[in-house]
């Protein structure tokens, strides 16, 4: 028996029938999954409404029928169609076709665990939507879903078998037809499902191997293997690169102007009638409660926020133009807001810090200007290393992001900020979410480059840092600007009462 059974294993008409077997697994795995992660960002775009109600009955249909009857569908309707295609493409079409469907829904789920602040962050620095997709969403997407994916490509090397019911001469249709003359079940069987038993376990060893290769901790020993350790020595100060670079404007020029700008979320108005100005070449913090309207003012400034009325204008650029009619300002298309947004030269320093979790800190430094500056590959790393010797830093050029303290990403995105070279830095509540031991190396970075004349707009809760750093403070409250001043004048004088309560609420 066991003779038999090797004997089988290894003839080479059934080995035939296996390599069939795996082109057809090759082709249909390959077309499935162009399809599915093509139907995948259609299902989670915003903007295509009457294609993403089709993809939607695509897959309720396809993963509604068993897989046997689409074969025999598809058998019998490509003939009547006009098209004389062979049982194997046939196969091929039918597995495609049927598989996309499931493989979308895995996809779908991977771009659904991407975090909303890194398409946020990268959205903030000028990438399109081709772009975000490219370099953030689908890498993301696709370290998540692994596991998932060779699961199905697994099934898909099993379900090569179904396809012997329209004649494809694949293991099983040949397997049965050996049995067929001889009744050797046993032996022909079993060497057949031993053929398809190596094939999954390779795919199960690629799926090791693969989750191995993208894991992050994984990719920053390789970086850390190849490049080494860079010595972390300070070289020139952030004042000399803020003059190099000519980041921020002549001091008292418009860099920012609101002009009734109102926005709400549904019946919750957040922005009520919006007018300030804030000036170039200053630190302008931005206090309030929570619920003010703080960070939702800060996020208009680069179109993460659209507004419902009123003007944004940031370094000379219209963002909103008041001359659209609500509905069209509201949905803006993508590519023009990329240009205001480039054109409008700012960056921002998230709170959560948004970080980008598939790249390492140099990499984070040097990404936007390769590909949204169009800027020397080189060049971009070179800066982007002399920007982290400034703050000490370049011992972590090729760490992940996840292996670094709150302190070191605030440093890090505020250092990934600088690296565009913007007019005007955007702060939203950087230390909230640092420990309070971290808070420290924050602020002392923040008092540099307020120091050096960096134009930067901060919404913090840090009294100390506003009223030692800032050169103008501004007060909300229920979405308003309640008071705006000097620093000395305001902290020491509060002109309205609900300012003086919130220095009391802030000081017990």
Not at 168 to 184: C, G, K, Q
Not at 371 to 383: C, I, Q, W
């Amino acid at each position: 028996m066991f003779s038999e059974f090797l004997k089988y294993l290894t003839l080479p008409y059934l080995l035939e029938g296996a390599y069939i077997a795996i082109k057809i697994w090759i082709i249909s795995f390959i077309i499935s999954s162009v399809m599915g992660m093509v139907f995948a960002l259609i299902r989670q775009s915003k903007h295509m409404a009457p294609l993403r109600y089709l993809v939607v009955f695509y897959v309720w249909f396809i993963r509604g029928t068993p897989i046997i009857l689409q074969l025999v569908v598809w058998y019998n309707l490509l003939p009547l169609l006009g098209y004389d295609i062979d049982e194997f493409w046939t196969a091929v079409i039918a597995l495609s076709v049927c598989f996309s469907a499931y493989l979308c829904e895995v996809f779908r789920g991977g771009l659904m665990a991407v975090q909303p602040g890194q398409i946020e962050a990268a959205q903030s620095m000028g990438f399109g939507r081709l772009a975000v997709t490219r370099f953030f969403s689908i890498p993301q997407a696709l370290r998540t879903c692994t596991p998932s994916l060779i699961n199905f490509a697994i099934l898909l090397m099993k379900d090569t078998s179904i396809t012997s019911v329209i004649a494809v001469s694949e293991l099983t249709l040949r397997s049965n037809t050996i049995v067929a003359r001889n009744f050797e079940y046993i032996p022909v069987f079993g060497a057949a499902l031993c053929i398809y038993l190596l094939l999954t376990t390779a795919l199960t060893l690629l799926q090791h191997y693969t989750e191995v290769f993208l894991d992050y901790d994984n990719k920053e020993r390789r970086l850390l293997r190849r490049a080494g350790k860079l010595p972390a020595e300070k070289s020139g100060n952030l004042a000399d690169f803020l003059a190099d670079s000519k980041t921020g404007q002549h001091r008292n020029e418009e860099s920012v102007r609101f002009r009734g700008v109102t926005k709400s979320f549904g019946d919750n108005v957040v922005l009520q009638d919006i007018d300030l100005t804030i000036k170039s070449g200053q630190t302008t913090c931005i206090l309030g409660p929570s619920g003010a309207g703080k960070s939702t003012l800060l996020r208009t400034i680069n179109l993460l926020e659209p507004i419902d009325k009123g003007s944004v204008w940031v370094n000379g650029t219209d963002v909103a133009d008041p001359s659209w009619k609500r509905w069209y300002r509201r949905t803006m298309p993508e590519t023009l807001k990329v240009l205001r947004r480039r054109k409008a030269a700012t960056a921002m320093v998230f709170q959560q810090f948004n970080l980008f979790e598939n790249y390492s800190v140099l990499d984070n430094l040097s990404l936007t200007p390769i590909h949204v500056m169009k800027r020397d590959t080189r060049t971009a790393r070179k800066e982007a290393l002399q920007l982290l010797n400034l703050l000490g830093l370049s011992a972590l050029a090729n760490r992940m992001p996840q292996r670094l303290s709150g302190g070191e990403k605030q440093r890090i995105g505020i250092l990934r900020a600088l690296a565009v070279r913007p007019k005007t830095l955007l702060f939203d509540e950087p230390t909230s979410a640092l420990d309070p031991e971290r808070v420290g190396e924050v602020i002392n970075v923040m008092r540099d480059l307020s120091a050096a004349g960096a134009t930067m707009i901060v919404v913090t809760h840090e009294l100390e840092f506003a009223r030692t750093c800032a050169d103008w403070v501004v007060f909300m409250a229920d979405g308003r600007v309640v008071e705006e001043g000097y620093p000395e004048d305001m902290f020491q004088s509060p002109k309205t009462d609900r300012f003086r309560q919130f220095l009391e609420g802030m000081s017990n």
